[in-house]
């Protein structure tokens, strides 16, 4: 089995977390978020015949009181962006972790994960700035950690791009 | 070339007219040389100035330094004292300098040190009060006593139990896993989240409070385990030790992480998360969980004691509930045993004279009456076994009262009426017998040994009492008559029938008893009319019913006729059935010892 290390990167309340819980395989208590700012969780994904272990970095979310430690970063095979549809400035957010990472992780394939999509009427960003992304090869997905939908397409559309498919 | 370099240096200068045409050659020399000149001279001025000079070198030193520490250990060993001598002369000058720089480092160091220190000392001071009273403690005294060591220093040496319980190989890089293995099946949790974590968690450490890179976690506690941790440039190796892992685990763990570098380094470098080739490292991570065997084999000895103390603990417990059982039977058999004596001894026409116990099992011996209990019916009683005792009895005739007694019952064969008993040699009858059995009864038991007299006054003979009974029932029939007559009614006729048969009876059985029988046929008058008249009247009748008893089966039977006249009046007369009873014929039987037949009579 291949394994691959990937980080989890947003803004506070993004519903990373959300994802983790109902979609991966958790070992450790969120605790782990606010005392070391990362958790390791696991996502395994089916590549063709191979199976990827995914080692999900969720790495906590950079706000006011705590900045983003690039070091979690180190050695990761991908990266998953998430952002809360239903708040702008997150978008905003998930582009300057994109390009933070992209300082240490130059090449490395990501995904960015338009969350809470179940929450259309709050929907708060817009469409222009999403379409603008995906026009800079941005793969786009959005999803709902409340419904599932487009978390397993997120998870495997970036396991492909690693195992370079 | 020097010579010629320092004549041509005043050359240099602009040449001069006078000259120009003269020297053709010096002239060609110059238009040759003047660019080369100038650089000579340049290089010159250059290593005669001390500053251009030092410019030079520094522009190169890191270069030269950083390539000849690769090569060899030269320039470390040249400026080894210069840089022993410079900290020397710093601490001379002011030692705060040195001081301040190293107070960070020595702060945690010196915790450090203590700390673990600390621990230790605990560590065996519990060990100390643990094992103080045990074999163990003392076998460890007699080594520090011969060995000359402290006691806490042996007991570190010997108590130093530890188990590595995991070993994980982690890619640097990423913290993903390249390998895991375990001592214990259980408790494994997911290695690869595992390792993650813990290389998040290095990270943090590092980031929150290395300096630099070569600064990282190397240990940490976690309740009973450390995690040891030991790296290398590519990979990580962190072994879960449950205990207090002594020094030598860290070699044991650097060594592997060397061996593996050395053996997988391509593998290592481009490593891309297929952990497959690192199968091959897996006996180098086991043999970092037979340092936990080796330990094991070291504590051996004291494993081994315990074992056989536990062992020796067992047999001893199994012993003593054995001895216990042992003795509660034990105890219960000679319970028995006394009590089975006790019985015997009690037993009426048993006497023991000897018991005891030999060979392992109880004998006793003595006299029993053969009318006694059996003691073997009693032995089966007492639950002591039938074979555990051996018994010898010897015959003989005892003087014991129930004895007496049974011996005359076997003797007298009494009626089931009778009971016999017998205490301080009396021999006493109760209830009642046939005359012929009493009369026996008393001949016989003169003759019995231990028995003086023979006591049958709560005896009843049957047959007297039978014979007492049937004459009272014929003397209580007055035959009557009617006036002035002597003739029987004819309904008296059947009546005297019967009366001569009850008297037939009745004379037989006295003459069983040796008795003869006498019957005074009384006649009696009213008181009507005179009295001589009466007297006649009453002889007559009283004649006439003795004749005609007598005429019947009435042998041995005396009949005496006397006449009463009305001088024995039945009843006062005052109505005429008084007068008609007064009218009438009674019999009076005596009842008399038939002389010189019975020798005894009562």
């Given at each position: 089995?291949?394994?691959?290390?990937?980080?989890?990167?947003?803004?506070?309340?993004?519903?990373?977390?959300?994802?983790?819980?109902?979609?991966?395989?958790?070992?450790?208590?969120?605790?782990?978020?606010?005392?070391?700012?990362?958790?390791?969780?696991?996502?395994?994904?089916a590549v063709g015949e191979e199976q990827v272990n995914l080692l999900l970095w969720d790495i906590y979310g950079e706000d006011d009181f705590q900045k983003l430690r690039t070091s979690y970063l180190r050695g990761s095979s991908g990266y998953v962006l998430a952002?809360?549809?239903?708040?702008?400035?997150?978008?905003?957010?998930?582009?300057?972790?994109?390009?933070?990472?992209?300082?240490?992780?130059?090449?490395?394939?990501?995904?960015?994960?338009?969350?809470?999509?179940?929450?259309?009427?709050?929907?708060?960003?817009?469409?222009?700035?999403?379409?603008?992304?995906?026009?800079?090869?941005?793969?786009?997905?959005?999803?709902?950690?409340?419904?599932?939908?487009?978390?397993?397409?997120?998870?495997?559309?970036?396991?492909?791009?690693?195992?370079?498919? | 070339?020097?010579?010629?370099?320092?004549?041509?240096?005043?050359?240099?200068?602009?040449?001069?007219?006078?000259?120009?045409?003269?020297?053709?050659?010096?002239?060609?020399?110059?238009?040759?040389?003047?660019?080369?000149?100038?650089?000579?001279?340049?290089?010159?001025?250059?290593?005669?100035?001390?500053?251009?000079?030092?410019?030079?070198?520094?522009?190169?030193?890191?270069?030269?330094?950083?390539?000849?520490?690769?090569?060899?250990?030269?320039?470390?060993?040249?400026?080894?004292?210069?840089?022993?001598?410079?900290?020397?002369?710093?601490?001379?000058?002011?030692?705060?300098?040195?001081?301040?720089?190293?107070?960070?480092?020595?702060?945690?160091?010196?915790?450090?040190?203590?700390?673990?220190?600390?621990?230790?000392?605990?560590?065996?001071?519990?060990?100390?009060?643990?094992?103080?009273?045990?074999?163990?403690?003392?076998?460890?005294?007699?080594?520090?006593?011969?060995?000359?060591?402290?006691?806490?220093?042996?007991?570190?040496?010997?108590?130093?139990?530890?188990?590595?319980?995991?070993?994980?190989?982690?890619?640097?890089?990423?913290?993903?896993?390249?390998?895991?293995?375990?001592?214990?099946?259980?408790?494994?949790?997911?290695?690869?989240?595992?390792?993650?974590?813990?290389?998040?968690?290095?990270?943090?450490?590092?980031?929150?409070?290395?300096?630099?890179?070569?600064?990282?976690?190397?240990?940490?506690?976690?309740?009973?385990?450390?995690?040891?941790?030991?790296?290398?440039?590519?990979?990580?190796?962190?072994?879960?030790?449950?205990?207090?892992?002594?020094?030598?685990?860290?070699?044991?763990?650097?060594?592997?992480?060397?061996?593996?570098?050395?053996?997988?380094?391509?593998?290592?470098?481009?490593?891309?998360?297929?952990?497959?080739?690192?199968?091959?490292?897996?006996?180098?991570?086991?043999?970092?969980?037979?340092?936990?065997?080796?330990?094991?084999?070291?504590?051996?000895?004291?494993?081994?004691?315990?074992?056989?103390?536990?062992?020796?603990?067992?047999?001893?417990?199994?012993?003593?509930?054995?001895?216990?059982?042992?003795?509660?039977?034990?105890?219960?058999?000679?319970?028995?045993?006394?009590?089975?004596?006790?019985?015997?001894?009690?037993?009426?026409?048993?006497?023991?004279?000897?018991?005891?116990?030999?060979?392992?099992?109880?004998?006793?011996?003595?006299?029993?009456?053969?009318?006694?209990?059996?003691?073997?019916?009693?032995?089966?009683?007492?639950?002591?076994?039938?074979?555990?005792?051996?018994?010898?009895?010897?015959?003989?005739?005892?003087?014991?009262?129930?004895?007496?007694?049974?011996?005359?019952?076997?003797?007298?064969?009494?009626?089931?009426?009778?009971?016999?008993?017998?205490?301080?040699?009396?021999?006493?009858?109760?209830?009642?017998?046939?005359?012929?059995?009493?009369?026996?009864?008393?001949?016989?038991?003169?003759?019995?040994?231990?028995?003086?007299?023979?006591?049958?006054?709560?005896?009843?003979?049957?047959?007297?009492?039978?014979?007492?009974?049937?004459?009272?029932?014929?003397?209580?029939?007055?035959?009557?008559?009617?006036l002035a007559s002597a003739e029987l009614r004819p309904r008296d006729a059947g009546r005297l029938g019967e009366l001569s048969r009850d008297l037939s009876r009745l004379a037989e059985a006295a003459g069983r008893v040796g008795r003869t029988v006498r019957v005074?046929?009384?006649?009696?008058?009213?008181?009507?009319?005179?009295?001589?008249?009466?007297?006649?009247?009453?002889?007559?009748?009283?004649?006439?019913?003795?004749?005609?008893?007598?005429?019947?089966?009435?042998?041995?039977?005396?009949?005496?006729?006397?006449?009463?006249?009305?001088?024995?009046?039945?009843?006062?007369?005052?109505?005429?059935?008084?007068?008609?009873?007064?009218?009438?014929?009674?019999?009076?039987?005596?009842?008399?010892?038939?002389?010189?037949?019975?020798?005894?009579?009562?």
């Amino acid at each position: 089995m291949i394994q691959k290390k990937v980080c989890m990167l947003g803004a506070y309340a993004v519903g990373k977390t959300s994802l983790v819980s109902r979609f991966v395989k958790s070992l450790f208590s969120d605790k782990y978020h606010t005392t070391v700012g990362v958790k390791v969780d696991k996502k395994i994904v089916a590549v063709g015949e191979e199976q990827v272990n995914l080692l999900l970095w969720d790495i906590y979310g950079e706000d006011d009181f705590q900045k983003l430690r690039t070091s979690y970063l180190r050695g990761s095979s991908g990266y998953v962006l998430a952002v809360d549809g239903t708040r702008r400035e997150t978008l905003e957010k998930a582009v300057i972790l994109q390009s933070r990472a992209h300082e240490m992780l130059a090449g490395v394939p990501f995904v960015l994960m338009l969350n809470k999509a179940d929450l259309v009427e709050k929907w708060e960003v817009d469409d222009s700035a999403v379409e603008d992304l995906v026009a800079q090869g941005w793969p786009t997905f959005r999803t709902s950690a409340k419904t599932g939908e487009g978390v397993e397409e997120a998870f495997l559309a970036l396991a492909r791009r690693m195992a370079g498919a | 070339m020097d010579a010629f370099l320092r004549k041509d240096n005043g050359g240099l200068e602009p040449p001069s007219a006078a000259t120009e045409g003269q020297d053709p050659i010096g002239e060609l020399r110059r238009l040759l040389f003047v660019p080369e000149h100038a650089q000579v001279a340049k290089l010159q001025e250059r290593l005669d100035d001390p500053e251009i000079h030092a410019e030079d070198v520094s522009q190169v030193l890191p270069e030269a330094i950083a390539i000849r520490a690769t090569k060899d250990r030269e320039l470390t060993r040249a400026m080894l004292p210069t840089v022993e001598e410079a900290i020397l002369s710093s601490v001379r000058r002011d030692p705060h300098v040195l001081v301040d720089a190293l107070f960070p480092v020595m702060g945690p160091a010196i915790r450090k040190a203590i700390s673990s220190a600390l621990e230790s000392m605990i560590e065996s001071l519990n060990e100390t009060l643990e094992r103080s009273f045990t074999v163990q403690g003392l076998k460890w005294r007699w080594e520090a006593f011969r060995t000359g060591r402290p006691l806490p220093q042996v007991i570190l040496l010997r108590t130093l139990v530890y188990r590595v319980e995991q070993v994980f190989l982690i890619h640097r890089r990423t913290g993903l896993l390249l390998q895991h293995v375990s001592s214990t099946s259980a408790g494994v949790q997911d290695a690869d989240m595992v390792s993650g974590m813990l290389t998040a968690i290095r990270d943090f450490v590092q980031d929150s409070f290395g300096g630099n890179r070569e600064e990282s976690l190397d240990s940490f506690k976690v309740g009973e385990l450390t995690i040891r941790i030991e790296q290398g440039p590519e990979a990580v190796l962190a072994a879960v030790v449950r205990g207090t892992p002594p020094p030598e685990l860290s070699a044991v763990l650097a060594e592997a992480i060397e061996t593996i570098h050395l053996e997988q380094a391509e593998a290592l470098v481009k490593f891309e998360g297929d952990a497959t080739p690192f199968e091959r490292a897996r006996p180098r991570l086991e043999a970092c969980l037979k340092t936990q065997q080796r330990s094991r084999a070291e504590r051996a000895p004291g494993a081994k004691t315990r074992r056989a103390r536990a062992f020796l603990r067992a047999s001893l417990v199994v012993l003593l509930i054995g001895v216990a059982v042992w003795s509660f039977f034990a105890l219960q058999r000679g319970r028995r045993w006394g009590a089975y004596l006790e019985r015997l001894s009690a037993e009426p026409g048993i006497a023991v004279t000897d018991s005891g116990r030999r060979n392992g099992r109880y004998y006793v011996t003595g006299l029993r009456d053969p009318l006694a209990a059996d003691p073997a019916a009693l032995l089966d009683s007492s639950k002591l076994g039938k074979g555990s005792v051996a018994a010898e009895w010897k015959p003989y005739q005892s003087l014991d009262s129930e004895l007496v007694a049974a011996r005359a019952r076997r003797v007298l064969q009494p009626p089931g009426t009778v009971t016999l008993t017998a205490a301080n040699g009396v021999l006493a009858a109760r209830g009642s017998a046939p005359h012929r059995w009493i009369v026996e009864a008393r001949s016989l038991s003169r003759a019995f040994a231990g028995v003086t007299r023979f006591d049958d006054s709560g005896l009843t003979d049957t047959d007297l009492a039978g014979i007492e009974s049937l004459r009272k029932e014929i003397e209580s029939q007055p035959i009557t008559f009617d006036l002035a007559s002597a003739e029987l009614r004819p309904r008296d006729a059947g009546r005297l029938g019967e009366l001569s048969r009850d008297l037939s009876r009745l004379a037989e059985a006295a003459g069983r008893v040796g008795r003869t029988v006498r019957v005074e046929v009384v006649g009696r008058g009213d008181s009507t009319g005179t009295e001589e008249v009466n007297r006649t009247i009453s002889r007559l009748r009283a004649q006439r019913v003795a004749s005609l008893l007598a005429a019947g089966d009435t042998r041995g039977v005396l009949f005496v006729p006397r006449g009463a006249g009305s001088s024995e009046p039945l009843r006062r007369e005052m109505t005429d059935e008084d007068r008609e009873i007064n009218r009438s014929v009674t019999l009076s039987i005596g009842i008399t010892p038939a002389p010189a037949r019975e020798p005894s009579t009562q």
